[in-house]
């Protein structure tokens, strides 16, 4: 199950700005908005100095302003009850804004938040025991037979998961990418302080009390595209 979202390459330290960019091609009734507008909206906010976002409730509060859609703040991880939330919510074909630490391919890393990045998760890859998947809201994939695609918008999310995968786009790269659940969780929960040379470089960046730990750490951002904001 994926829902499509454009592509952007960051200019700057902009990449939880611009995975807002993507997920707000997401909103119902769709809404035209351009990157500078989510730019100066975070800056006038105080969210951001350099485009840099350290805060997942900031950015929540950031997505409800611009996108005009109700935005969710989960924390506490994403295994667990969460990992069941964010999985409907992808079913659903609704965005999921993730803070993760980025290796040199792009993929999910663990070093500590000092290359900590943003992704906007719009599908998801479950992986389920053959046989037990209906075949009344499925249809296999005619070039890989082992790839059942929903037929319908009301197909079920499937339970008794044995693997999770989110496919997800961030913005140094053009390309989806396909990411174990598992290796996302991890990689976000040890989010915990800005890279030692990036904090001595003499730029100014907005932190929020508590540090990169209290801001990203075990959290992601929910857009709920069809929801108008309270």
Same mark, same amino acid.
């Given at each position: 199950?994926n829902t499509?979202?454009?592509?952007?390459?960051q200019d700057?330290?902009?990449?939880?700005l611009v995975a807002?960019?993507?997920?707000?091609?997401?909103?119902?009734?769709q809404?035209?908005?351009?990157?500078?507008?989510i730019v100066?909206?975070?800056?006038?906010?105080?969210y951001?100095?350099?485009?840099?976002?350290?805060s997942?409730?900031?950015?929540?509060l950031?997505?409800?302003?611009?996108?005009?859609c109700?935005a969710?703040?989960?924390?506490?991880g994403?295994?667990?009850?969460n990992?069941?939330t964010?999985?409907?919510?992808?079913?659903?074909?609704?965005p999921v804004l993730?803070?993760?630490?980025?290796?040199y391919?792009?993929?999910?890393?663990?070093? +500590?938040g000092?290359?900590?990045?943003?992704?906007?998760? +719009?599908?998801?890859?479950?992986?389920?025991?053959?046989?037990?998947?209906s075949?009344?809201?499925?249809?296999?994939?005619p070039?890989?037979?082992?790839?059942h695609?929903?037929?319908?918008?009301?197909?079920?999310?499937?339970?008794?998961?044995?693997?999770?995968?989110?496919?997800?786009?961030?913005?140094? +790269?053009?390309r989806?990418?396909?990411?174990?659940?598992?290796?996302?969780?991890? +990689?976000?929960e040890?989010?915990?302080?800005?890279?030692?040379?990036?904090?001595?470089?003499?730029?100014?960046?907005?932190?929020?009390?508590?540090?990169?730990e209290?801001?990203?750490?075990?959290?992601?951002?929910?857009?709920?595209?069809?929801a108008?904001?309270?």
């Amino acid at each position: 199950m994926n829902t499509y979202v454009p592509s952007l390459i960051q200019d700057g330290p902009q990449c939880g700005l611009v995975a807002l960019w993507m997920a707000a091609h997401l909103r119902q009734p769709q809404l035209s908005i351009d990157m500078d507008t989510i730019v100066q909206t975070a800056l006038s906010r105080g969210y951001t100095a350099q485009g840099e976002m350290f805060s997942a409730n900031n950015m929540a509060l950031l997505a409800e302003e611009v996108c005009g859609c109700k935005a969710e703040l989960l924390s506490g991880g994403l295994s667990g009850k969460n990992a069941e939330t964010i999985i409907r919510h992808l079913w659903g074909r609704q965005p999921v804004l993730i803070p993760y630490d980025e290796d040199y391919n792009h993929e999910p890393c663990q070093r +500590s938040g000092h290359r900590a990045h943003w992704a906007v998760a +719009s599908g998801v890859l479950l992986g389920v025991d053959q046989g037990s998947l209906s075949t009344v809201h499925t249809e296999p994939d005619p070039t890989l037979p082992w790839l059942h695609l929903p037929s319908d918008t009301i197909s079920p999310c499937p339970v008794g998961l044995r693997e999770v995968y989110i496919l997800a786009k961030q913005g140094k +790269s053009l390309r989806y990418q396909l990411w174990s659940l598992d290796s996302v969780t991890q +990689s976000n929960e040890q989010l915990r302080t800005m890279d030692p040379q990036r904090a001595n470089d003499g730029t100014q960046y907005v932190v929020p009390q508590g540090g990169v730990e209290a801001g990203l750490a075990g959290q992601v951002v929910l857009l709920h595209t069809q929801a108008q904001k309270q």
